[in-house]
C-alpha cells in the first residue's frame, strides 16, 4: 500500500463551453498529497475549482492532463474506489425515507443484508447521534440532521478514505460542531479525512493541513497554525496582571529591537459566544 493517501500531479482540467468558442480553467497544474490518517482541507472561494478536484480524486470527472492517486492507484481504476466514501456538495435524499430507510437503501447497494445490515444501521445512527430521529421522514430534518445522515451514508463501507464536498455549508454553528466533532472521531478511528470548504473558520480547528486555491491555483499549503502565524511577532496573554507589571514590562522593552505593537486582551470568537448562549458544546 502506497504511504499517501492522496496524491494529485499537475492536475488541469478545462471545461469546453459547448457553442461558443471559449472554455473555463477549473483547476490548473495541481499538485498536492495528503497523508494516511490526517484530515486535509481544500478551501477557496466558491468557483474556485474545490469540487472539480474532489470529482477528478474520485474519478467522476475525467482529467484534462496529470493524475489523480487514492492510495496508489490512479482515480481511473474503479478499484482505486474500493474502501472510499464521498458526501457530496448537494446530497440528493428521498426526503420520505426515514433516517433509518435511507442507511438500509444504501447499506444494501453496499451489498450488505439480514443482520449485518441492520448492525451497520444500528452503529451508523449512533455514531451520527441520530437514533432519536431514525424513524422521523428526511424531508423534516435540519440541514445539519441531512449532512450527518449524508456522513453516515459515506461510512456505510467502512472507507479508509472520506472525502466531503462542503460537509458544514449552510449548516448552523451548533450543527456545524457537530458535524466537526464526527470528523474529529473518524480521524481517532484512523480514517484520512479530505474535505472542502469555502470558509477557513469554519474548518481551521479540524484540519491538520490546508491548500488554499484561487481560480483553479493552489496559492498557499501547509499547517494551518503556519499559515495563519504572523512571522516576526509573539503574543503573550498574561492572566490578573497589574498595572504596575505592565509597566515593569514596557521598560524592559525600551531602549531595545523589540517593539510592543498592541495590548489588548484577547476575545473570543462570534461562534464560541453563540454556542455559550445557546447552551451548546463549550469551545475548548
Ligand atoms: N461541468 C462543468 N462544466 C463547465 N464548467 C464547470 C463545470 N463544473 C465546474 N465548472 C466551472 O469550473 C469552475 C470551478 O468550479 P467548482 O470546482 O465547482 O468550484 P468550487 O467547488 O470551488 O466552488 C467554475 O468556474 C465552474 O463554473
Ligand atoms: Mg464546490
Known amino acids: 500500500m502506497s504511504d499517501v493517501a492522496v496524491a494529485v500531479n499537475d492536475l488541469t482540467k478545462v471545461f469546453p463551453i459547448p457553442f461558443r468558442r471559449s472554455k473555463v480553467v477549473a483547476v490548473r497544474g495541481l499538485n498536492l498529497e495528503v497523508a494516511p490518517g490526517q484530515v486535509y482541507g481544500l478551501?477557496?472561494?466558491?468557483?474556485?475549482?474545490?469540487?472539480?478536484?474532489?470529482?477528478?480524486?474520485?474519478?467522476?470527472v475525467s482529467p484534462s492532463a496529470g493524475t489523480t492517486r487514492i492510495f496508489g492507484r490512479d482515480s481511473r481504476e474503479v478499484g482505486s474506489r474500493e474502501g472510499v466514501?464521498?458526501?457530496?456538495?448537494?446530497?440528493?435524499?428521498?426526503?420520505?425515507?426515514?433516517?433509518?430507510?435511507?442507511?438500509?437503501?444504501?447499506?444494501?447497494?453496499?451489498?450488505?443484508?439480514?443482520?449485518?445490515?441492520?448492525?451497520?444501521?444500528?452503529?451508523?445512527?449512533?455514531?451520527?447521534?441520530?437514533?432519536?430521529?431514525?424513524?422521523?421522514?428526511?424531508?423534516?430534518?435540519?440541514?445539519?440532521?441531512?449532512?450527518?445522515?449524508?456522513?453516515a451514508q459515506a461510512l456505510v463501507q467502512e472507507p479508509k478514505l472520506v472525502v466531503l464536498d462542503e460537509p458544514t455549508a449552510g449548516v448552523d454553528p451548533e450543527g456545524s460542531r457537530e458535524i466537526r466533532d464526527l470528523i474529529l472521531d473518524l480521524k481517532r478511528r484512523g480514517i484520512t479525512v479530505l474535505?472542502?470548504?469555502?470558509?477557513?473558520?469554519?474548518?481551521?480547528?479540524?484540519?491538520?493541513?490546508?491548500?488554499?486555491?484561487?481560480?483553479?491555483?493552489?496559492?498557499?499549503?501547509?499547517?494551518?497554525?503556519?499559515?495563519?502565524?504572523?512571522?516576526?511577532?509573539?503574543?503573550?496573554?498574561?492572566?490578573?496582571?497589574?498595572p504596575e507589571v505592565l509597566a515593569q514590562i514596557r521598560r524592559l522593552l525600551e531602549n531595545t529591537a523589540?517593539?510592543?505593537?498592541?495590548?489588548?486582551?484577547?476575545?473570543?470568537?462570534?461562534?464560541?459566544?453563540?454556542?455559550?448562549?445557546?447552551?451548546?458544546p463549550p469551545s475548548p
Do not use: W
Open 258 to 280: 523589540t517593539r510592543l505593537v498592541e495590548e489588548r486582551q484577547p476575545q473570543t470568537t462570534l461562534e464560541s459566544l453563540f454556542l455559550a448562549a445557546t447552551n451548546g
Open 195 to 242: 474535505l472542502s470548504s469555502h470558509l477557513l473558520a469554519h474548518v481551521q480547528e479540524i484540519c491538520d493541513r490546508v491548500g488554499i486555491l484561487a481560480h483553479g491555483v493552489l496559492v498557499r499549503e501547509g499547517r494551518v497554525d503556519e499559515l495563519l502565524a504572523i512571522e516576526n511577532q509573539t503574543e503573550l496573554v498574561l492572566e490578573n496582571v497589574n
Open 85 to 151: 466514501g464521498f458526501l457530496p456538495e448537494n446530497p440528493y435524499f428521498y426526503k420520505y425515507l426515514t433516517g433509518e430507510e435511507t442507511l438500509f437503501f444504501y447499506g444494501k447497494l453496499c451489498g450488505l443484508r439480514g443482520a449485518a445490515l441492520r448492525a451497520r444501521t444500528r452503529e451508523l445512527l449512533t455514531l451520527v447521534r441520530l437514533e432519536a430521529a431514525k424513524d422521523r421522514p428526511l424531508g423534516g430534518y435540519s440541514k445539519g440532521m441531512l449532512q450527518r445522515i449524508g456522513l
Open 43 to 60: 478551501l477557496g472561494p466558491n468557483g474556485s475549482g474545490k469540487s472539480t478536484t474532489l470529482k477528478i480524486i474520485l474519478g467522476l
